[in-house]
């Protein structure tokens, strides 16, 4: 009978243990948990345009933003933990809707379809959430695909697997599938993926790529429409105009990388919505008849939300950016000699303020018209290939608009809540309703936009980021790399 009653009572014991459990496990798998807290004392870019609110307090409750104002105007409930933030500057966590992530390892620079896992694209997503960034859209992602004559690539569904995942102190991830262009004319660089793009010669094989993309359920179909330089075809009128039609038919955006003003025209009539890199390049401009298209879309609301990403890259950027902690807590030295020691050794403040003259004309002369017809400025890195260093290369491009001719505060705007509203993840903003995705700054952006890096902490649906952790697996995997080499 004794025994019956200890038997009982661990019983009792182990079910209430799992009852615990069971109800302070995240639903779905969301990173977080139901507690209440209050950041108070920060001065608060809510990423909407407005004034900084000064001494602000913001509510995180499920994981959201519930309540922002004034410290003291913001009613705080009952028992919620109290985070002091005062002397900081908090601004919203950035979104890039344009990355190469999961081909390459970091650590050593090598790249490789065989990389593309599940392990290192979550790695990926960590070093974009060390940057403050919520979210990337992978475009040309390796995903299984129709080869167009009635087999597959057999490529697995890594991307697809991720995307429906919400990994806690990592980035949220959405995907194009793998793009399509004529054969060898879509992802350039390294081998591993050049071939990924459905390769479309035939108005046939173009309807039957998009028909396959999909059922992939892409953010958006990513389209490359460029010759490369002469080097190879590119997607011609018949077959771009039917890759438009047909996502259409689906309700699925379309994006193109394009380069010249003439299939930009037809691009924008036929209505695409995104742009990845400016959509006139190589020395042509926009012109008067390409920005009344412009106008008239949003007019008409004819998909009247136009994006483009300005490809500034690290073009204005010193020696001295380079050498900021932010980029040497990421990176190996090696690795940055190597991609990038040969042009650092010939930087000079000369050659870095004529670029910084250039960007601005490129901005007068083309990205600002842009904006001026109405299409949005949105972050898009290119990160993920060789050179392109994962975080690094989105921060620099955010940076770089402000020599471009954007504000510090519009330059927020753009890669926050305008970036993740054409990404459509509800983030980029700190405002009721939005996943509480934020940056603790020990500096004022809206002063000098460089100051974005100077970064204290990252919170990602309410949670802090273990950047201390993240930085020291990275940095044992540099010695690693150098000791096997």
Known sequence: MCRLKKISSYLLVVACLFFAAACSSPASGQAGTNRVTVFEGARLITGDGTAPIENSAFVVENNVFTRVGRRGDVQVPAGALRVNLTGKTVMPAKVDLHGHIGYQHDFDGTMAKEYFTRENLIDHLQRLAYYGFSAIVGVG???????LHGGRTNWGDVPLRVRDEIIPGAALFRTTGTGIAWPGSGANGHPSRMDVPYPVTTVEEARAAVQDNV????????????????????????????????????????????????????????????????????????????????????????????????????????????????????????????????????????SVERARQNLKQMGATNALKLRAAGMKVVLGSDTGQTRFFIGWMGQLEFENWVWMGLTPAEAIVAATRDSAEAAHINTGMVTAGKNADFIVLDANPLENIANSRKINKVYLRGQEVDRAALKAKWQARWKTAVNTK
């Open 141 to 147: 992602d390796l995903v299984d695909r129709s080869d």
């Open 215 to 350: 059922r992939m359920k892409p953010e958006f179909i990513k389209i490359w429409v460029d010759d490369r330089g002469g080097r190879t075809k590119k997607l011609t009128p018949p077959l771009y105009l039917a890759i438009v039609d047909e996502a259409h038919k689906y309700n699925v955006p379309v994006a193109v990388h394009n380069v010249t003003l003439a299939d930009a025209k037809l691009l924008m009539k036929a209505g695409v919505e995104g742009w990845l890199h400016l959509p006139v390049r190589n020395g042509e401009v926009p012109d008067d008849e390409l920005l009344s298209i412009i106008r008239d879309r949003i007019a008409r609301r004819d998909r009247p939300n136009l994006w483009f990403n300005p490809g500034a890259g690290s073009a204005a950027s010193s020696r001295e950016d380079w050498n900021d902690p932010l980029l040497r807590e990421t990176i190996s030295p090696q690795q940055i000699q190597e991609h990038w020691g040969e042009q650092l050794a010939k930087m000079t403040p000369q």
